[in-house]
């Protein structure tokens, strides 16, 4: 390689470093996260984002629930927020700077589409087999890494059951049972689409 040509290409390296450079700090961003109400961050969730009638730009979020959309020109932006089983969000009159990237506040809060949602009914019964009332039922989401995250508790009815209404997306929850005088007891369920699960729990009494 010559002389010349080496100093031609590093010219035009600095040229489209320059103009990257140009490019971004002549635009901006939107950031946020998406959770689901009572169940919090999701992920899948497609964002798009327009401006006036027009569609500009999509994103999706992580398993964090995140997402961050870069090259916006200034302006004033909306966002739609979409996944199976949930309820359609948007968000109006986003302000993006140039050279700057705006965070979105913690209100992307969608919540389940009753039409299509994944209902779990937890039953408590005792050795004979009689429903057992005011049960109390913890309901957790386990993670990839094996640990629970708490989103729920509830205590049995007057016929011994307990109704959690969860998004359809595919995942594993655990319900424990705890009352005064039993053993606790927990039973993991996997969740995969619009349908009724059933789990039942037989008490076992604490030793004295």
Do not use: C
Not at 107 to 126: D, G, K, Q, Y
Not at 154 to 167: H, I, K, P
Request: proline fraction near 3%; charged fraction near 25%.
């Amino acid at each position: 390689m010559n002389r010349s040509k080496a100093i031609l290409i590093l010219l035009s390296l600095i040229l489209s470093a320059a103009a990257a450079f140009a490019q971004g700090s002549s635009t901006g961003g939107i950031k946020g996260k998406v959770s689901v109400k009572g169940q919090g961050p999701t992920a899948d969730v497609s964002i798009t984002v327009r401006q006036g009638e027009r569609e500009v730009s999509h994103a999706v979020t992580d398993s964090k629930g995140e997402f961050s959309i870069t090259g916006l020109t200034p302006g004033v932006y909306g966002i739609t927020l979409r996944k199976t089983g949930l309820s359609v969000g948007t968000l109006e009159d986003i302000k993006v700077k140039a050279g700057k990237t705006t965070q979105l506040p913690d209100r992307l809060v969608l919540t389940v589409n009753e039409a299509s949602i994944a209902r779990l009914w937890s039953s408590v019964f005792n050795e004979g087999g009689y429903s057992i009332p005011n049960v109390r039922i913890e309901l957790a989401r386990v993670q990839s890494d094996g640990t629970t995250r708490k989103i729920d508790g509830r205590l049995t009815n007057e016929t011994g059951q307990a109704v959690f209404r969860l998004s359809p997306d595919k995942a594993t929850y655990r319900l424990t049972i705890k009352a005064d005088g039993i053993e606790p007891q927990s039973k993991d369920v996997e969740i995969d689409g619009a349908m009724v699960y059933r789990i039942a729990f037989t008490i076992q009494r604490a030793p004295k």
